[in-house]
């Protein structure tokens, strides 16, 4: 890659250094997806004159109408961040931290399948209506005239006796035949973003639930139900309608729900009609031994995976325009279409993603889009979700890049408030071992300086950064890495993660 910057040359071709010793992170059910291409090494980038870049701030473009297809000042600050890359994570710390990580790891979702456990046996036992009939005879046949002055032991009791035996009781043995997975909420909101929760799929009766696992401080924690047990259906998409089965658990499958059918939700995710959570992770060993050997296959099948092609061929159009702009234009992107949801439902009509894809330089043909369109406006009320369409147009990062995102994004947001100031990011944020900063050819404030105003730039409020602000400037510096391992330091050296 032959780059000019202020006059100063890019590293030729033939001096990069080979990649070597990359590690694809395929382990605990993490799947790799990082897009395919030709050359397998990241590029190399070009030691910049970071002085005359902070002070040519006229060269920014303030409008999204300005956009224009050369690198600005602001694409060649963000292409700094692709530096960290080039110098590993120490090895040492990488391994003791990820060791740390599995056993946290482990410790809650053993703390939470317990409590999923304890909670379903009891109430299998307490709760279940059969209980009453016995009870209730038994009172019958002992009632006196005046209930009221009858002696306690003949009143109505509220407490049902455990030790009667009833056919629907749940047994240890039923709920052990489950699928346990992680998940994420799919929302701009931080605070909703970065719950953590636990869910499980029981194959005796085909139901699920979700927990979510809360912790305060190093030791006290609290397991609270999110989605509670029973039997659902998807809410969206191709299989709108059809009950869950094993098969729809995987990593990076959507489970849609009803907001209004759980009214314990929290009032922020209440505001959209459906709920839409992302599994991020699974026990690969309990979903594999629970399938059996047939498989399904079936028309709707059929259609996802051409769904899946038609988006594809989309983004592989738009790859290469954004690989070294991905920044500046999914975070413009990203505040265009909210400025054009004047209602705040996150819903766009089609004219709308149109000019914002005119807008911003992004060709679709006609045809491509169309099709888009109908995949996505399987309703046909005239309307879509504007981050769903931007994840089936641009694409998205994988869910083990995206877990370091949100990694980095709670150490910031400490509070849980889902908005991180500026200020606090500036504390937090340590460029010391950015190589320009070793090589003496920049100083760390430099760096940190460049980070944040392009980092400002894709927010709109100018002392605070959102979750979806913050996951789209590291969305975009994704699409030009090819490596996951490479992706990572980007977010372990400056952040400490």
Known sequence: MDLEVKGVAASPVSQTQPCSGRKNPLQQGWTSKSWAMENPCLPVVPRLDLGSLVDSDEECIQDAEAIVDDLTTLDRKALLQHGYADNPYTAQRTTRKSDAEVVAAEKKKQTVAEQVMLDHLSRAVISDPEQNLTTEKQEIAHILPDSKMAPIRFRKRTLHETKIRTQSTLTENMLSHKVQFDGRIISRNGHDACRELVGFFFTHDQSLTIYEYRQFGKNRTNVLPFIQKSIYCHQHGRRKGKQYQLGDFYIGANLTFLSSEHPRLPESIKENTVLTLRITNIDRGAS?????????????????????????????????????????????????????????NGLLEK????????????????????????????????????????????????????SFVRKAFMKLDFNKTGTVSITDIRKCYCAKKHPQVISGHSTEEEIKSSFLETL???CIKSDEVSYGEFEDYYEGLS???????????????????
């Open 288 to 344: 594999d031994s629970l399938k059996t050997d047939s498989v399904e296959h079936d028309d709707i099948n059929n259609q996802e995976a051409n769904d899946r092609l038609v988006f594809k061929a989309i983004q592989d159009v738009l790859k290469e325009q954004l690989r070294k702009r991905g920044v500046r234009i999914l975070t413009g992107l990203g505040k265009y279409l909210q400025q054009l949801d004047k209602k705040r």
């Open 351 to 402: 004219a709308d993603f149109k000019q914002a894809l005119e807008v911003f330089h992004l060709e679709v043909s006609e045809n491509d889009f169309e099709s888009l369109w109908l995949i996505l406006n399987g309703n046909g009320d005239g309307k879509v979700d504007y981050g769903e369409f931007r994840r089936a147009v641009v694409g998205e990062m994988n869910e083990y890049r995206k």
């Open 456 to 458: 400002k730039d894709a």
């Open 479 to 497: 699409i030009g890495i090819i490596d996951d391992e490479d992706f990572v330091n980007i977010l372990r050296t400056p952040w400490g993660i």
